[in-house]
């Protein structure tokens, strides 16, 4: 599991894990918290573009739909199949095997720091 | 709207819930896993606050017969202690809301409504019982509704101190007897320690169980007896999502939903809780009798492969490649027992035969459901 301190987020309640070109991309504890029990996960396939900000996968939840953002251009690179076959890993492990899927970004749009994070979650 | 709070919130609280806006009350929607305690009702017991719920008593000589021209049922023909599932119509045979009626006394009944119906359904009844010789009083304020649902419930009940059957045994020793003879729709009046509680035989989640009415002051002493001998017992607290999960595979209709006033009773099924039969004149008579328009849709069940599933006010269509609705979705959810996705649906009446597949739009990908007839999970009796 990630340490959530050194991950960067989205105010659409998205982490991102940046290694070199690389984004690992997830939804935080809140958001898992606040959909409750994930049923299914419908990610983007491998070498699919992405414009950041767009809608590219759902999470559902037993009681709602959670829509998955893209949090910057790239295409993808690999997707969670884990996830997709036990998406309650969504729930138990969000920062860690409950990651969603790693793009492969050209440019990193401004991203929220872990206390940028906390502080829109304490509004 | 100010949030109004259940008197057991502390308690929701400590145990750490996610709460929900239902109705404008801050009511728990889960408290750890909504799936965890969907299955804990089906396998155990589940702990449920419906404090929400509305409360409305009519009392007076002419109680009965002022509720039979208030509401769709005959509760004339009830005994004390028998409770009736009834339904509120508007004069063009609409609903207004569905209730259990409970007979209390001869001359008392009391009508559990709709949280977010509390208010209409106070006032139609005061307004619909003015002829009779009775009064009509909104006690929901004065009232907690705690509920007690799985195939342990019984024994849970046994187990917590404290309750003793009206006419029964001051201790307490017979309370085993008396609840296990104590049919389904039926109420006991009985004491927890020293409060009045009516223990009734009913509940929305498909499996046995008791809904316990008591003083909100001493709702917090009565949910910790029952946590306490329930939870060795495998009771877990368990919130609004479990509970409209459990009613969903139970078949039955939600208010808002499955049912509204541009729902006739016969459209949801419910063509037999309307007794046009056997008593006289009701509000709503003249329109059930007519029916509702030879093209009105049917409540039908749903169900389809994988784990995708249709929610309320998604579009039916006929085939995957058809544009023009022939239903809509009121309900739906992965069934957490059956683990394939179920719904609720109006099709028209051409759509509306066990075995019919249908294409539903879901976020603008068509999948394939098959109609079903409901319910979906029927508990094993044992």
Redesign the interface.
């Known amino acids: 599991m990630a340490n959530e301190s050194e991950l960067q987020y989205t105010s659409e309640h998205e982490w991102v894990l940046v290694e070199g070109t690389t984004a690992t991309v997830g939804i935080t504890a809140y958001a898992a918290?606040?959909l409750?029990?994930v049923?299914?996960v419908d990610l983007p396939d491998v070498g699919t573009s992405l414009a950041s900000g767009s809608i590219v996968g759902?999470i559902?939840?037993?009681?709602s739909?959670g829509e998955l953002f893209a949090p910057v251009d790239g295409t993808v690179l690999e997707k969670n199949s884990a996830v997709e076959d036990t998406?309650?890993l969504v729930?138990s492990d969000p920062l860690g095997e409950g990651w969603l899927i790693k793009i492969e970004f050209t440019e990193l749009p401004p991203l929220l720091s872990f206390d940028e994070y906390t502080a829109l979650l304490g509004e | 709207m100010t949030d109004r709070h259940s008197p057991l919130n502390r308690i929701h609280v400590a145990a750490g819930a996610?709460f929900t806006d239902f109705a404008g009350w801050q009511m728990p929607?889960?408290y750890s896993?909504?799936?965890?305690e969907?299955h804990a009702v089906r396998t155990a017991a589940g702990i449920f606050d419906l404090s929400h719920m509305g409360e409305i008593f009519v009392v007076g000589p002419e109680a009965a017969d002022a509720l039979d021209y208030a509401l769709a049922g005959k509760l004339s023909a009830t005994t004390v202690g028998q409770a009736k599932y009834s339904l509120l119509l508007d004069r063009s045979g609409g609903i207004i809301d569905d209730l259990v009626v409970y007979r209390t006394g001869e001359d008392r009944f009391m009508v559990v409504a709709n949280a977010s119906n509390r208010e209409v359904v106070a006032a139609e009844l005061l307004d619909r019982t003015s002829p009779f010789e009775c009064e009509v009083f909104d006690e929901s304020d004065e009232l907690a509704l705690v509920a007690v649902q799985g195939p342990r419930s019984r024994e849970i009940l046994i187990a917590t101190d404290g309750f003793a059957i009206e006419g029964g045994h001051p201790d307490g020793r017979d309370v085993g007897e008396k609840l296990g003879e104590l049919k389904y729709y039926r109420a006991l009046s009985g004491s927890f320690r020293t409060q009045p509680v009516l223990i009734a035989r009913t509940g929305y989640t498909g499996e046995d169980g008791f809904e316990l009415y008591i003083s909100p002051d001493h709702a917090e002493e009565l949910w910790n007896a029952l946590t306490e001998a329930g939870t060795p017992l495998g009771l877990v607290p368990a919130g609004l999502?479990s509970r409209?999960?459990l009613r969903l595979e139970a078949g039955m209709p939600l208010y808002g939903h499955e049912l509204g006033t541009d729902t006739f009773p016969v459209q949801a099924s419910l063509g037999r809780v309307v007794a046009t039969a056997t008593k006289g004149d009701f509000v709503g008579r003249e329109a059930v009798e007519a029916g509702p328009a030879p093209d009105a849709r049917t409540l039908v069940g749903l169900v389809a492969d994988g784990?995708?599933?249709a929610?309320a006010d998604y579009e039916i269509f006929a085939s995957d490649d058809s544009t023009e609705a022939i239903g809509v979705v009121t309900s739906g959810?992965?069934s957490?027992t059956l683990g394939i996705p179920i719904a609720m649906a109006y099709v028209d009446a051409a759509f509306a035969a066990p075995e019919t597949v249908v294409s539903i739009d879901i976020?603008g990908k068509r999948l394939s459901y098959r109609v079903t007839s409901l319910p979906f999970y029927r508990a094993k009796k044992d």
């Open positions: 918290e606040k409750g029990d049923v299914f759902e559902e939840s037993t009681k739909v998406p309650e729930n | 996610s929607v889960r896993s909504d799936l965890a969907h999502a409209d999960t784990k995708r599933a929610r959810a992965v957490p976020r």
